[in-house]
């Protein structure tokens, strides 16, 4: 699981952010100030790091400047109200790996980070097992007990985010964020039709069902 650390003065984003990459499966830590910001680095050595440019006892720039100075190549995404092209040169000057100006839509964060981790090699593609469901992100290989099966690209999609997220109760809007996109506009019966689609899947040679129905909220992937 990918390290994120979070570092923001403003505590209200602070719990927003932890929650919303959380959610995405990361392990999020926090800060509130540069200087705690540092020992955090230090001690746990985050995959990225998402700091705020203006903060209490040291600000964003000089964190990162002190990090580059020590030679620490840890991926930065630098947080910032300053939209001015030279604000952004500034940054990415410093060292920054990608720049991000408030506010913003989490969506675009956390694809900002996914795409940093990819660009260094450190997105985490392991292959995720729930019971006796097995799902590999890499190959592709998904496969009940010893049974394999092949799913489409959005059958995929959708399997994948509940495994992500098993005995959680993932809603419909959720559901159609991650797998159709945050500009889907279409019916969203379109979930129960590849709910269906997985489930024949699933239980081809008669297997216990995985996937749960929670009436009037979403699906849930549980024993």
Do not use: C
């Amino acid at each position: 699981m990918e390290k994120v650390l979070v570092v923001d003065d403003d505590e209200r984003l602070l719990k927003m952010l932890h929650r919303t990459l959380a959610y995405e499966g990361f392990d999020v830590s926090t800060a509130v100030d540069g200087q705690e910001a540092l020992k955090q680095v230090y001690a746990e050595r985050p995959d990225v790091i998402i700091l705020d440019w203006m903060m209490p006892k040291l600000d964003g720039v000089e964190v990162l400047r002190t990090l580059r100075e020590e030679e620490n190549e840890t991926l930065v995404l630098m947080l910032t109200a300053r939209d001015a092209v030279q604000d952004r040169v500034e940054g990415l000057d410093r060292g920054a790996d990608d720049y991000l100006v408030k506010p913003f839509a989490s969506p675009e964060l956390v694809a900002r980070v996914r795409a940093l981790l990819r660009r260094a090699g450190v997105d985490n593609k392991e292959p995720l097992r729930f019971m006796d469901l097995y799902l590999d992100p890499t190959s592709r290989e998904v496969r009940r007990g010893t049974r394999y099966f092949t799913l489409t690209p959005t059958e995929f999609d959708l399997l994948y985010l509940l495994m992500r997220h098993p005995n959680q109760v993932l809603e419909r809007r959720q559901i159609i964020n991650h797998v159709w996109g945050y500009d889907f506009v279409g019916d969203d019966n379109v979930i129960e039709v590849y709910i269906g689609y997985l489930r024949k899947k699933m239980e081809a040679e008669r297997e216990p069902r995985l996937i749960q129905t929670v009436r009037g909220i979403g699906y849930v992937l549980r024993e």
